[in-house]
């Protein structure tokens, strides 16, 4: 059998192991994907801490993967060889009842997850359903591609879906490897976008990336600021940081919500008050699980611009990157490039 190197994880909390394995064969209605790039997400710790029920080992993270169809299993006909595409944190119907595959890939709170359902993209090859891919446009790079499938979906999908209009004030709490992302889509959908983070250098960025206003944490009350331009219609929060979120909701506007779309394991505190009298709401948001979303955020980067901001690193240097991700030094993602 050809093999592969892949970053293997032995079991939750273990380190990274690069190994030599056997390249996988594509089941019914599977393919085999030659990876091109892999982007590292916090999700992936999951994985890697083991915070999942049912998780099974030794296991291969990843849930950013751009590659090229190398091989197609039975029942695929809707997907060549040599095709370019993309597969994100869906991974498919679970095939347990059918409906999905009756309702164009309909969402199942039982569908598999690339990464931990199966073996992910920290590989030079890997395995996928049919119905989980993405087609990746030639004028994106794969380094470029692969953050979108998750970071750049979540984001995206959350503002689209927020019930803004154009010259509505967004603030996008946190200018991180989400954060960069969702400013640059906050100011292509004609939301008049405001940064909240802390320091002079993310005001630069914030600048840089398309921001209409920074607001710095340390030097001012976010609250207040917003309430200054009428207050935020939408607080996407993109950082996991539960008091900054706390904080940031007093400057809601009537109707306004905040929108979390970062992990956090610290509880988010609000009271009653906050909430009633601007009716104000407070909401988790993925991305979702519906392949043609995932297509519809990367159509819009091709046609806005919108692209990642990205550090690269071979799959020999995977502890560092992902450490760099977890510890928020990256700037602004972490892409593992095969080859």
Known sequence: MPLMKAAQLKAPGADFEIVQIDIPTPK?????????????????????DGHFPGLSYP???????VGIIDKIGPGVSVWQTG?????????????KCGPCLQKNYAFCERFLTTGISFDGGYAEYMT???????????????????????????????????????????????L???????????????????????GKVKEEQAYKLGAHLYIDAQESNPA????????????????????????????????????????SGEPVQVSPGQLLGGRHSVRGWV?????????????????????????????D??????????????????VLKMG
């Not at 019914?28 to 890697?48: F, H, M, S, T, Y």
């Not at 296991?59 to 993967?65: D, L, S, T, Y």
């Not at 996928?128 to 750049?152: F, K, Q, V, Y």
């Not at 240097?317 to 972490?334: D, G, T």
């Open 317 to 334: 240097q995977v502890a560092i990157a992902f450490e760099k991700m977890m510890s928020s030094k990256v700037h602004f993602r972490s």
């Open 224 to 263: 207040a600021e917003l309430k200054k331009l009428g207050g935020a219609k939408v607080i996407l929060a993109t950082a996991p940081h539960a008091k900054t979120i706390q904080d940031a909701i007093g400057g809601l506007g009537f109707d306004g919500q905040v929108i979390i779309v970062a992990g």
């Open 128 to 174: 996928a359903h049919m119905h989980a891919l993405t087609i990746i446009p030639d004028t994106l790079s794969a380094l470029e591609a692969a953050p979108l499938l998750c970071a750049g979906r979540t984001t995206f999908s959350a503002l689209r879906n927020s019930g803004a209009r154009g010259g509505d004030v967004v603030a996008i709490q946190g």
């Open 28 to 48: 019914e209605n599977e393919v085999l994907i030659k990876v091109e790039a892999c982007g590292i997400c916090r999700g992936d710790a999951i994985v890697k």
């Open 83 to 95: 095709q370019r595409v993309g597969i994100g944190w869906y991974g498919g119907p679970c095939l």
């Open 287 to 315: 991305g979702s699980q519906v392949r043609s979303k995932a297509e519809d955020a990367i159509n819009f980067s091709v046609i806005s611009g919108v692209l990642p901001i990205i550090e690269v690193f071979p799959l």
């Open 59 to 65: 296991r291969i993270p990843g849930h950013e993967v």
């Open 176 to 198: 991180g490897g989400l954060g960069h992302l969702a400013v640059q889509f906050s100011r292509k959908l004609g939301f008049y976008t405001v940064a909240l983070s802390r």
